[in-house]
């Protein structure tokens, strides 16, 4: 049997429409939507299925949306490929991902992964809205050369480096107006391309402030088991198991710039075989390759 490990996406990966086909196709996907609505309290695969997509990509929406339409494509993978599951020895999932993998391995009820994302888009909806910001993705320079150009452009502002996605591939977050400082120091530099993300504000930055000891507040009262396989961390782009250490991690993910790439070099390195990237888009693929253009990975979309 390969090495298989199950990847899941984060937020941004939300696109209108998806998961309507798999609902009206599966049971068992309907079924968690179905379950997430009694939760929640609306109709969260009407919102997939309808938009408008100002209303999905709001925070407190997308991250259940995700969460859900990611344990929906997992299903059908289920009924597809049945044997896949037991071949499964490690998963990660980027950014709000991690609760999805946490939930497929056990450590977080479904339930309860609801309403932790829940709060967790809540938290961080109000702390983006406290502060005019965003997050701009630029592709085509290293690690050190994005710091020397944010270095340039902070002033006297909050930006830094949140997402270490791949090589070329990096992910800033900041106040709106070092972060169009920083894209316009970018267009100068030339042929540099900068794409902002459909994102309410600076996430894995300090301006995250209060929303990670809200979620505290929330993981307190949350129940966590040991998972049946590692979950890889974006804070520390280890495998964990211990529940205690996930908790604090996840608490601490709210600020901490993500090692998306650390995390896949890890999985390479611990000899993965086969991986699986589970939920809407294909984003995650794209990033293995840049890593590792003969990984073998695999797209169950949650259409």
Known sequence: MPRTAFLFPGQGAQTVGMAQTLC?????????????????GYDLLQVCRNGPPEKLNATDISQPAIFVA???????????????????????????????????AGALSFDDGVRLVQARGQAMQQAAEATPSAMVSVL???????????AEARGAET????????????????MLPAIERFEQLC????????????????????????ADEKLAA?????????????????????PHTDPDEIRQLLIRQVLAPVRWEDILRGLLAA?????????????????LKRVDRKADIRNIVAH
């Open 218 to 238: 929330v993981l307190a009262n949350i129940p966590l088991q040991a998972p049946r396989v590692p979950v890889w961390s974006n804070v520390d782009a280890q």
């Open 24 to 40: 009206t196709s599966l049971p068992a996907a309907a079924q968690l939507f179905d379950r997430a609505a009694a939760i929640l």
């Open 271 to 287: 000899q993965i075989e086969r991986f699986y990237e589970i939920g809407p888009g294909r984003v995650l693929a794209g990033l």
């Open 70 to 104: 990611s344990l929906a494509a997992l299903e059908q993978l289920r009924a597809s490929e049945p044997a896949v599951e037991a071949e499964v020895v490690a998963t990660a999932g980027l950014s709000l991902g991690e609760y999805t993998a946490l939930a497929f």
């Open 159 to 174: 930006l830094a480096i949140a997402n270490l996605l791949g090589p070329g591939n990096t992910v800033v977050s900041g």
């Open 187 to 210: 267009v100068q530099k030339g042929s540099i391309r900068t794409v902002r993300l459909a994102v309410a504000g600076a996430f894995h930055t300090v301006l995250m402030k209060p």
């Open 140 to 150: 085509g320079l290293e690690r050190a050369e994005v710091e020397a150009l944010v």
